[in-house]
């Protein structure tokens, strides 16, 4: 029997490498290859393919490396970061990386104003808010200026501080761009009619919607050049065609497998199942827009009706686990020691504390669930039903709703948005922030509508502070006032299963979710 892998395929490899074609199988299409204004992981392992982020991650981990800049050093007060830049690299487009393009993505993600932003044909850059705490001009701007110092230079000025900038700008989202490639192609650049540019290991060639797309190996990277010719990623939305795909050798490797896959992964010997290190939540978000759900008791009694370790039993094999933490275990160390090690399950007095809302004879509601699979809900549908028939029980009737991945994550924060919803969070970066920053405070929480000044004043702090035992107090506050406000209810912090043919050597996964591919070897495929 093949051994699970903890964190990475690693394997000792000839002296040659063979070249050829690497297909990946996905769990969907992209939803834009426009860096800076995604936020879905498929989109971001497209783009981690094309562009290089000004820092990046090593290898297997949350640590930083070097990436687009060698170096980058704070102010005493860490308002103000410096960051040095790689010299002498390309867009694949031949045009320079140097401080003028570092500027040019910066200020267009972050400045409404910027001309080529195509904010007026519906650009968002919502990572930016959710991240960076709003825009140019916003009060809960992180950012306060992006300035040229030379053409090696650039220097991030802050309007507060923050210790986690550079891991901020490593996230797979940040991926620098040609600026020529983006005032050649305008507003459609970053769909499938454009060309994007980056300076990463690999060159787009083209996106055919529903299907694929197609890259070539970029043979002037700065960095450790491919191995393989070509990597074509398929769009393929079922986890059951994923497998069978697998099996047959049609793809070579792919993520997001259920859970139940993994006893069949394991008794085939061509493949090699892995399984990702944990490093993400998935939740169900409540809309205090909802007359229902504004009511502190309804959403308390939603919590302890839910029979989370039962669903994550049932649906996760043994490669989930369910808490009432926002974040991964790993991150154990910011939460607070007040807060229960799990949400109590008691529909009894659930039914109770409905009633006392005033609800004896329940309500009717609506419950979104994604139409693909995720790392944190590889089968959102029955998932979404056993949640349902939880709440069936105590007379809150549910209506399951779904709609196409795109068009899900933009309804969920317009007004007035959905009444219950699940989604989910893949780590970017190894700190607290960047889970709670995510979804709780200032730009975050449009689509819950609830962003409390203390709460907003806690996070800042987090971001601020320095040392882990500094972090762990302001974190143990946020997780005290999200835990009790149940606005987002965590269900599981997945392993998520991925698996491989077995000659798919040094592929090197990574927590946060995607990795670019230029490490991967094929040894002996046909």
Not at 272 to 282: D, E, Q, Y
């Amino acid at each position: 029997m093949k051994k699970l892998l903890l964190t990475a395929l690693l394997a000792t490899l000839p002296a040659a490498s063979a070249a050829g074609t690497l297909v990946f199988g996905a769990n969907g299409d992209p939803i834009s290859l426009e860096s800076g204004n995604i936020t879905d992981g498929i989109s971001i392992l497209v783009q981690r393919q094309i562009y290089d982020t000004l820092v990046d991650f090593k290898d297997g981990t949350t640590d930083l490396k070097p990436g687009l800049a060698t170096s980058w050093k704070a102010n005493a007060n860490n308002t103000s970061w410096t960051f040095t830049l790689r010299r002498n690299v390309k867009f694949t487009d031949g045009t320079p990386m140097n401080a003028d393009a570092i500027v040019f993505n910066l200020t267009r993600w972050w400045d409404k104003a910027h001309p080529y932003g195509f904010r007026d044909q519906g650009r968002t850059y919502e990572i930016v808010g959710d991240l960076l705490g709003g825009y140019k001009g916003d009060a809960s701007a992180v950012i306060k200026d992006v300035v040229k110092v030379n053409d090696t230079t650039v220097r991030v000025d802050l309007n507060k501080p923050s210790s986690v900038l550079p891991n901020v700008l490593a996230a797979g989202y940040f991926g620098i761009a040609s600026p020529t490639a983006i005032r050649k192609d305008g507003a459609k650049y970053g769909t499938p009619a454009s060309s994007p540019v980056g300076t990463g290991p690999f060159i787009f060639q083209s996106w055919r919607t529903g299907d694929r797309v197609t890259l070539t190996a970029n043979k002037a990277y700065w960095g450790q050049k491919a191995s393989v010719d070509t990597v074509v990623i398929r769009a393929i939305k079922d986890a059951s065609q994923r497998l069978n795909e697998l099996k047959a050798g049609t793809i070579d490797f792919a993520n997001d497998f259920t859970p139940d896959a993994l006893k069949s992964i394991q008794a085939d010997r061509n493949l090699v199942a892995v399984k990702r290190p944990s490093f993400n939540v998935g939740f169900v978000s409540m809309n205090n827009r909802n007359q229902y759900l504004k009511n502190e008791k309804v959403r308390q009694a939603i919590s302890m009706a839910i029979n989370k370790k039962a669903i994550v039993e049932a649906f996760w094999n043994g490669l989930g686990t369910s808490n009432a933490s926002f974040l991964p275990p790993v991150m154990a160390w910011a939460n607070s020691s007040k807060v229960p090690a799990d949400y109590k399950f008691d529909p009894a007095a659930a039914k109770k504390m409905l009633a006392d809302a005033g609800y004896a004879n329940g309500f009717s509601i609506d419950l979104w669930y994604m139409p693909v699979s995720r790392p944190y809900f590889p089968t959102p549908k029955p998932i979404a039903e056993a949640i349902a028939a939880d709440l069936s029980a105590i007379g809150i009737k549910v209506n399951l709703k779904t709609e196409d991945w795109a068009k899900y994550l933009e309804d969920r924060n317009k007004e007035p948005g959905f009444d219950m919803y699940m989604i989910g969070w893949t780590g970017d970066y190894g700190d607290p922030d960047n889970f709670y920053g995510a979804y709780y405070g200032a730009n975050a929480s449009d689509d819950i509508n609830w962003a409390p000044a203390n709460l907003v004043s806690l996070l800042e702090q987090g971001r601020a502070a320095t040392s882990q035992a500094d972090k762990a107090k302001v974190y143990a506050q946020v997780h005290e006032i999200t835990y009790n406000a149940a606005y987002r209810v965590p269900v599981v912090h997945s392993s998520p299963l991925a698996a491989s043919r077995s000659y798919v050597k040094n592929w090197i996964p990574s927590p946060l979710g995607s990795e670019p591919f230029n490490t991967i070897r094929l040894v002996g495929k046909k």
